[in-house]
Every structure is written in C-alpha cells, then in structure tokens.
C-alpha cells in the first residue's frame, strides 16, 4: 500500500499544491518564489530520507 497524500488549494491570496509520497525514493522539486525557503525546503527533502 502507498501512503501518498496529494493536496491542493487556491485562494484568492495562494495557489498552492504539495504531492508527497512517504515511501519515496528523495526526489523532490520545489519552486516557492522565494530562495530562502526553497533551500530550508529541499534540505528538509533531503536529508529526511
């Protein structure tokens, strides 16, 4: 069984989406807008494998 949670949302301040699959293999791709977060974001991915 996959455990793979897949959530969108849009309002008129945010559109977002986040697809995450808990056994995954560490891939990930994150566009944010800003760097800052995209860094803390992608280290957070990929050191919690």
Request: glycine share 6%; aromatic share 8%; no cysteine.
């Amino acid at each position: 069984m996959s455990r793979i949670a897949d959530v969108e949302r849009k309002t008129s301040e945010t559109d977002i989406r986040i697809k995450m699959n808990l056994d995954g293999v560490g891939k990930y791709n994150i566009s944010t807008g800003v760097n800052f977060f995209n860094h803390m974001l992608e280290s957070f991915s990929k050191h919690s494998m």
